[in-house]
């Protein structure tokens, strides 16, 4: 069957390999992992798709080939963001992101070796791999299997590395898995912001919308540290002023 005509407007599977490039085996791997929605089934091993199913399956390519995502951040970034907003947003919200330049307009750079890094800083490889694994760092490895990161994420491999040197070693059983609470808390603060941006975008203009982000979001960072801190705080003060097991208030 040929790719579908505009009166049908469905695909088979060997039209959507065609049409993007991509091996059955890869197609059937997103929409298992929830990356691209299920097929209308006809049948035990025949389904149906449509322009929405072609659409997101460019979109992973375009993702994991242009800004090296690993499938897990793919996957949050349509759960917290794509979803929230309906298609005149997204269109009014890609103007915005035209606009906005800092760190956050910056494209993709060159990419460095992070293995060679992450050996200047104390990490090791499998260390690399499991902060990949969990969304820390997006490591991209290339037709002559050499790991590379964005430059832009070389802090993330050097903060690391001043983490085990602050006593967080792997043989008191920390690990890099245990900062997926942080990518979890990060992409569930990112699902509440883009619910209120959907809401609100379409009343500012791109360019002043472009420029709140750019300033604005330092500021919400620094608050999240402080407010972090002072939870930590009131934490250690509330332990130090309980009174141990057996004593007297």
């Known amino acids: 069957m040929s790719a579908a005509t505009p009166a049908t407007q469905r695909y088979r599977m060997g039209d959507l390999c065609t049409l993007t490039g991509l091996p059955r085996q890869v197609i059937h791997f997103y929409i298992h992992e929830g990356l691209v929605p299920e097929g209308r089934k006809t049948g035990k091993t025949m389904a149906y798709y449509g322009p929405e199913h072609l659409e997101r399956i460019r979109l ?30 997204r269109t009014h919200l890609a103007a915005v992101a035209t606009k906005v330049r800092g760190d956050l307009g910056a494209p993709v750079g060159d990419r460095v070796d992070v ?48 983490f085990r040197r602050a006593g967080f070693t792997a043989d008191l059983g920390f690990m890099p898995r245990d900062l997926a609470i942080y990518v979890e808390a990060a992409a569930q603060m990112l699902r509440r912001e883009t619910e209120l941006v ?52």
Do not use: C
């Open 115 to 162: 293995l060679a890094l992450a050996a200047e800083h104390g990490v090791t490889a499998r260390e690399v791999e499991d902060l990949a694994e969990v969304g820390i760092l997006r490591v991209h490895k290339d037709a002559t299997a050499r790991w590379t990161i964005d430059r832009r994420d070389i802090e993330l491999v050097s903060l690391f590395g001043e």
């Open 198 to 249: 959907a809401k609100r975008a379409a009343l500012l203009a791109p360019d002043r919308l472009a420029r709140m982000l750019e300033e604005g979001l330092p500021i919400v960072h620094a608050i999240v540290a402080r407010h972090h801190e002072n939870a930590v705080r009131d934490l250690l003060s509330a332990l130090a002023n309980t009174p141990a097991e057996g004593e007297q208030p």
């Open 60 to 89: 992973v390519k375009k993702l994991q080939e242009e800004r090296f995502l690993p499938l897990k951040a793919i996957k949050a970034l349509f759960d917290a963001e794509l979803d929230a907003f309906t298609p005149e947003q």
